[in-house]
T-cell receptor, first 116, second 110 residues
Framework: GAGVSQSPSNKVTEKGKDVELRCDPI?????LYWYRQRLGQGLEFLIY????????KSGLPSDRFSAERTGESVSTLTIQRTQQEDSAVYLC??????????????FGPGTRLTVL | SQQGEEDPQALSIQEGENATMNCSYK?????LQWYRQNSGRGLVHLIL?????REKHSGRLRVTLDTSKKSSSLLITASRAADTASYFC??????????FGKGTMLLVSP
């Protein structure tokens, strides 16, 4: 595709429910990143994939958060038993590889999650 | 703690003026990048400067990097209302992920 796409663009859920957020990276990009951005804050790294494996999961806030990637393409970020503090914009980015010395990350428009 | 910290947190200027934003970081880096974010959604990459570079230009953007002071600055010349956005610096810190600062909110008034 032309760019990184994310769905849904907005999600409102009730506390305790599970949510799934989807990211479609740019075709051919092997690296994929998930970030969280709370209101008025910077980006908080969650997890990244190189291909289908996740070398770095250190940013996941708790075991309620998980992510997977299949076919070196689509990734889903799942949040179980959502809490109000999970409310944020979840941003996905992709890059040609994880070699950050030369590669730019291209961001999707984000999913705004609101937990009531 | 944040690897990159931008200042000021907010900046308000008139069209035509120059805007300067600063970024400080803590650990060694391979490169430093600047991104722009409109309306709290997706980020757009502006410019990347490598650790062995001191200055880089792209259109109306000028970025400097001082690795001895662990700081960078982004200068936007002849600003326009369309430059209104949040600007973030991001560092790789030698790892395969980027660490972003909290950003500078720039408001350019017509």
């Amino acid at each position: 595709g032309a760019g990184v796409s994310q769905s849904p663009s907005n999600k409102v859920t009730e506390k305790g429910k599970d949510v799934e957020l989807r990211c479609d990276p740019i075709s051919g990009h092997t690296a994929l990143y998930w970030y969280r951005q709370r209101l008025g804050q910077g980006l908080e790294f969650l997890i990244y994939f190189q291909g289908n494996s996740a070398p770095d999961k250190s940013g996941l806030p708790s075991d309620r958060f998980s992510a997977e990637r299949t076919g070196e393409s689509v990734s889903t970020l799942t949040i179980q038993r959502t809490q109000q503090e999970d409310s944020a914009v979840y941003l996905c980015a992709s890059s040609f590889s994880a070699a950050l010395s030369t590669d730019t990350q291209y961001f999707g428009p984000g999913t705004r999650l609101t937990v009531l | 703690s944040q690897q990159g910290e931008e200042d000021p947190q907010a900046l308000s200027i008139q069209e035509g003026e120059n805007a300067t934003m600063n970024c400080s970081y803590k650990t060694s880096i391979n490169n430093l990048q600047w991104y722009r974010q409109n309306s709290g959604r997706g980020l757009v990459h502006l410019i990347l400067i490598r650790s062995n570079e001191r200055e880089k230009h792209s259109g109306r953007l000028r970025v400097t990097l001082d690795t001895s002071k662990k700081s960078s600055s982004l200068l936007i010349t002849a600003s326009r209302a369309a430059d209104t956005a949040s600007y973030f610096c991001a560092t790789d810190g030698g790892y395969s992920t980027l660490t972003f600062g909290k950003g500078t909110m720039l408001l350019v008034s017509p």
